[in-house]
């Protein structure tokens, strides 16, 4: 089956054709026009997701040697994520839905996120740990089974992507911030600032971020370390974090496979710390990690195969939550 894969959650522009569970063509365009306001500015991510995505969706379908009438359905993200964005992603495919007369499918996000693996590593089985780490989540999913997730823990306030976008805007650095205080860790002592890891050790695999934040606000202030000290440490804070809990929830479980997925993914300081835990830790290739339209498209191509696919132009966006 060819599907049409749509992805427009917040400020990454993706579309992806699958076929028969491979992609064969795929584009995701970043709207770097947010870097100049420290942040996504939801307004704008929704007028530059409708001015690319005609011109992505004629560039897959060149690109794959296809014609609009060649697709058999189409499937979108309806959330979770921005309003606006998520509403200019879904208009338009319900447009090309009603125009060629082909299903289209609502497809959540972070189920696309724990399916995403499958995309490369189709011998990989069940059941394994998601770590799902992104500036909008900080989850640890089990995922039992194709379809089949429990949630066993996630961040009781900022996620770490927000932690680390926060902090490079305490330390005067651009946005997105996690890329930005990694390079500054780079030349940095990660063991002279003793931050703070929230609720490490409480028993759960839930996170906290926001006391960390206040630590590095105050940590500033005093303005007694050089900044690269203070990324570096703070950086480690995180990681530690996201590392301890995903640990805890490999050794309780007994489960020896983890799947590490999310834009935090591309940290090399937490993919060096995962890479020396005994367990297997697998990350998916970096476009896989971010915000994609291939994960939509494949899952959508999943969902109708199994027949669990909800078919159908009445749905609309939703903020938050896994709405299956």
């Known amino acids: 089956m060819i599907i049409l894969g749509i ?133 640890i999913w089990l995922v039992k089974n194709l379809f089949e997730y429990t949630l066993l823990g996630e961040t009781l306030d900022d996620a770490c992507g927000e932690a680390f976008d926060k902090g490079a805007k305490t330390l005067g650095l651009n946005y997105p911030g996690g890329p930005e205080i990694e390079k500054l860790a780079i030349t940095g002592n990660r063991k002279l600032i003793d931050f703070p890891r929230p609720i490490i050790n409480d028993g759960t695999y839930n996170f906290s971020f926001s006391g960390l934040k206040t630590s590095l606000i105050n940590c500033v202030n005093k303005n007694e370390y050089n900044l690269d000290d203070v990324a570096a440490s703070y950086q480690e804070a995180i990681v530690d974090s996201l590392v301890g809990k995903m640990k805890n929830s490999m050794d309780d479980l007994n489960i020896n496979t983890a799947i590490v997925c999310g834009g935090v993914a591309a940290n090399q300081r937490l993919r060096e710390k995962l890479g020396e835990l005994e367990q297997t830790i697998i990350f998916p290739s970096m476009k896989y990690c971010t915000d994609n339209a291939d994960m939509i498209a494949f899952l959508g191509e999943k969902k109708i195969n199994n027949n669990t696919a909800k078919i159908g132009i009445n749905f609309s966006a939703y903020s938050r939550g896994m709405v299956l």
Do not use: W
């Open 7 to 139: 992805e427009t959650s917040c400020d990454e522009t993706g579309v992806a054709i699958c076929d028969n569970s491979k992609i064969i063509s795929s584009y995701t365009k970043t709207q770097s026009i947010h870097s100049k306001f420290g942040g996504v500015v939801p307004e704008i991510a929704s007028r530059e997701h409708e001015k690319f995505l005609p011109e992505i969706t004629q560039k897959v379908l060149k690109d794959s040697n296809l014609e609009f009438s060649d697709l058999e359905a189409i499937a979108v993200t309806s959330g979770p994520g921005l309003m606006g964005s998520l509403l200019s992603g879904i208009s338009f495919a319900k447009g090309i839905s009603q125009g060629l007369g082909i299903p289209i499918i609502p497809i959540n996000h972070l189920e696309a996120h724990l399916n995403s693996a499958f995309i490369e590593f189709e011998e990989l089985d069940p059941p394994f740990i998601n770590l799902l780490v992104s500036g909008g989540h900080t989850q």
